[in-house]
């Protein structure tokens, strides 16, 4: 079955601290997507990457970091520097392969992250 | 902003009652998926349409069903309403297949 654990439920930082937020997943699938979305106060789910499980290279995007290692079954996703407007609850989550793309979204329970001036 | 809109954004019924809620899909996007998110969880997937054919479900009972028209827009119908239904309703577009981009959402209370 697949799975995705997000073991840390809240995080507070204090602004400019770095803080990681992980995720742990499982699929018996050879080919999958893994995901990151942000979720502020509005409710709205807004989309930050996509990887697919051939693609292991890191990557960075301003502040945002992600390191994908298949052996540990993690991505783990952090910011840098971190700031009150990055205060959310984040997602991980995990799509099954249907010929080369991507099916519905398995999403973990959710990081809090709150960023304290 | 994607582009992905829903309606309405607050709705409150009782025990029972039958809900629609409609999604408008972003520019090009001709896939519809629906999500269900109970408060401090993550969203749990309800069913996509592709073409207006239901292309996947998830574990939500046949109470739960939708639509998808011919300009991809979509409707997530909801009879016999629980109270167990009260959530957040979301709503996702994409190509066939590709990255979903989220609505707003429609929060549901049901009393």
């Known amino acids: 079955a697949q799975k995705v654990t997000q073991a840390q439920t809240e995080i507070s930082v204090v602004e400019k601290e770095d803080v990681t937020l992980d995720c742990v997943y499982e699929?018996?699938?050879?080919?999958?997507?893994l995901f990151w979305y942000k979720q502020p106060p509005s409710g709205e789910l807004v989309f930050l990457i996509r990887r697919n499980s051939f693609d292991e290279q890191n990557e960075i995007s301003g502040r945002y970091s992600w390191n994908f290692q298949k052996s540990t079954s993690s991505f783990n996703f952090t910011i840098t520097a971190s700031q009150v407007v990055d205060s959310a609850v984040y997602f991980c989550?995990?799509?099954?392969?249907?010929?080369?793309?991507?099916?519905?979204?398995?999403f973990g329970k959710g990081t809090k992250l709150s960023v304290k001036p | 902003e994607t582009g992905v809109t829903q309606s309405p954004t607050h709705l409150i019924k009782t025990r029972g009652q039958q809900v629609t809620l409609r999604c408008s899909s972003q520019s090009g996007h001709n896939t519809v998926s629906w999500y269900q998110q109970a408060l401090g969880q993550g969203p749990q997937f309800i069913f996509q349409y592709y073409r207006e054919e239901e292309n996947g479900r998830g574990n939500f009972p046949p109470r739960f069903s939708g639509l998808q028209f011919p300009n991809y827009s979509s409707e997530l119908n909801v009879n016999a309403l629980e109270l167990d239904d009260s959530a957040l309703y979301l709503c996702?577009?994409?190509?066939?297949?590709?990255?979903?981009?989220f609505g707003p959402g429609t929060r549901l209370l049901v009393l």
């Open positions: 699929t018996r699938d050879t080919t999958y997507y």
């Open positions: 996702a577009t994409s190509g066939f297949r590709e990255t979903q981009y």
């Open positions: 989550a995990l799509s099954e392969n249907y010929g080369g793309s991507q099916g519905n979204l398995i």
